[in-house]
């Protein structure tokens, strides 16, 4: 039997588990996916004790990400984003970051994104992946706004988008096409950075918080008429391209959104 684990602190509401379990069942495939809270202090020797075990490959979630690059041999993108969200032990210790990947392919599920322009609200972890993954992989124009400014100008500059402060969003939202919430703002918490009267119809808004699943700035987006995708999208897509990663077998998505979204309502 192969071994897949995540970890994290704190790792026990993570739904990987849940969707990873379902995708090995539905594909016959031997693997079983565990989850473990590992201290910060203890991370390298979490990562290097699950090689030493004969894993296959782990997941890293918050806080890790980005300290678990100094115990992996990342990819490119995993490099350039700076963090890593999940390890194959193959010929070695390889880090990928498939968050960028994931929130590419959320968007593509509902939108062309080439050519577009992107506000994404964040430079935090997941705005970096989001942010890089879109501007390495298609053609488009990307405002970053952060609450600290310099953060998001220093994640701007390094994509070639451009920063702008939260207080101007209400100016460029406009013309913007797609708006993606990378903030913890919302995260169990009935509050938006912006609401509906600023928002449009004819944009996206993709809000990557998914607890609750049917976030403040979501209701608002459908209150302007906006298509709307939460984060679970994201969390399945992300997960999916790691199962490929680690498996080299096309991931089950609908099957893995499915067991994620009744593990959510089940509560
Ligand atoms: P992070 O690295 O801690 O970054 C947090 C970001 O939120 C920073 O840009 C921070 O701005 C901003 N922020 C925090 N409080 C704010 C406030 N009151 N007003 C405005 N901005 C505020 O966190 P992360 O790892 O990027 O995660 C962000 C969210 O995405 C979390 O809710 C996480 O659960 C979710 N997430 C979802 C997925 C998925 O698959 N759906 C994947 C990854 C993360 P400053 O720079 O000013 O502090």
């Given amino acids: 039997m192969k071994l897949f684990g995540i970890i994290g602190n704190p ?63 990342p990819d490119e993108l995993a490099g350039e984003v700076g963090a890593v969200n999940t390890i194959y ?15 590419k392919m959320a968007l593509e599920g509902v939108t062309d994104i080439k050519g577009k322009r992107i506000l994404i609200f964040g430079a935090g972890g997941a705005a970096k992946a989001i942010s890089y993954g879109l501007s390495r992989y298609s053609d488009t124009d990307i405002l970053i706004a952060n609450r600290t400014f310099s953060e998001g100008l220093k994640l701007a500059n390094k994509i070639g988008g451009e920063a702008i402060r939260l207080g101007d969003i209400f100016r460029e939202i406009k013309s913007v096409d797609i708006l993606i919430n990378a903030t913890t703002v919302g995260l169990n918490e009935d509050r938006s950075l912006i609401y509906s009267k600023n928002l449009h119809k004819d944009m996206v808004v993709f809000d990557i918080v998914y607890s609750p699943l049917k976030t403040c700035l979501l209701k608002e987006a459908e209150k302007a008429g906006a298509k709307t995708i939460d984060g679970l999208k994201m969390l399945v897509y992300q997960g999916a391209a790691s199962f490929e990663i680690w498996t080299g077998v096309k991931a089950p998505v609908k099957v893995m959104e499915r067991a994620v979204r009744h593990a959510v309502e089940r509560g």
Avoid: W
């Avoid at 990987?16 to 379902?22: D, I, K």
């Avoid at 032990?89 to 929130?103: I, L």
């Fill in 11 to 73: 790792v026990e509401h993570s739904l990987s588990p849940v969707m990873q379990n379902e995708a090995f069942k539905y594909l016959n495939i031997d693997a079983c996916y565990l989850k473990f809270k590992v201290e910060e202090a203890k991370l390298r020797y979490a990562i290097l004790g699950a090689e030493s075990l004969g894993f296959s490959g782990l997941n890293v979630t918050v806080p890790h990400k980005e300290k678990a690059l100094k115990y992996v041999e």
């Fill in 89 to 103: 032990f193959k010929k070695g210790v390889k880090g990928f970051n498939t968050d960028a990947m994931g929130a």
